[in-house]
């Protein structure tokens, strides 16, 4: 739900499937949603889960390599999800074509968009992308701005 490409919810299923057998992914995990899904002819086993408190959604984004989005890139670096996929590791893959994406996201650095991917990749190509992204993530957390607004508090108090 909320800001996403206009494709119908069985498109992203499709894209996000073909995503993951194009990287020798066996599962699609699914977390958050109701919609009934036609998941039978998909080339990879889907698991759903429906809305699952945090401690739970991150196990299961700790057992996956990359993620999936039909959100619209220009609200990343407000997205809560985002943050949820980079903290973890994961390579974000986009789909749709939207070629400025905010805050220093780059694709091909720290993200991919799905019609901008080619067809070999180096083994540790979702592995690098996932690292550049954590990376990405780092000022953006909640420790850093945490201590960043600390930090500015502090001054302002020696003003």
């Not at 401690?55 to 700790?62: A, G, M």
């Amino acid at each position: 739900s909320g800001i996403h490409s206009g494709e119908s919810l069985q498109d992203v299923f499709e894209n996000a499937a073909s995503e993951c057998k194009k990287f020798g992914l066996s599962c699609l995990h699914v977390i958050g949603g109701k919609a009934a899904i036609d998941t039978e002819a998909l080339p990879v086993r889907v698991e759903r889960y429906g809305h699952l408190p945090p401690q739970t959604i991150s196990k299961v984004l700790t057992s996956c390599r990359m993620a999936y989005t039909a959100y619209s890139p220009t609200h990343f670096g407000k997205s809560s999800f985002m943050a949820a996929f980079t903290a973890h590791g994961l390579a974000v893959i986009t789909q749709g074509n939207t070629k400025c994406l905010p805050d220093g996201l780059e694709h091909g650095v720290n993200m991919l968009n799905e019609r901008m991917l080619e067809s070999d990749y180096p083994a540790d190509f979702i592995e690098q992308i996932g690292n550049a992204a954590r990376n990405w993530y780092e000022p953006h957390s909640i420790a850093s701005t945490a201590t960043s607004y600390a930090t500015d508090i502090r001054a302002g108090v020696t003003k």
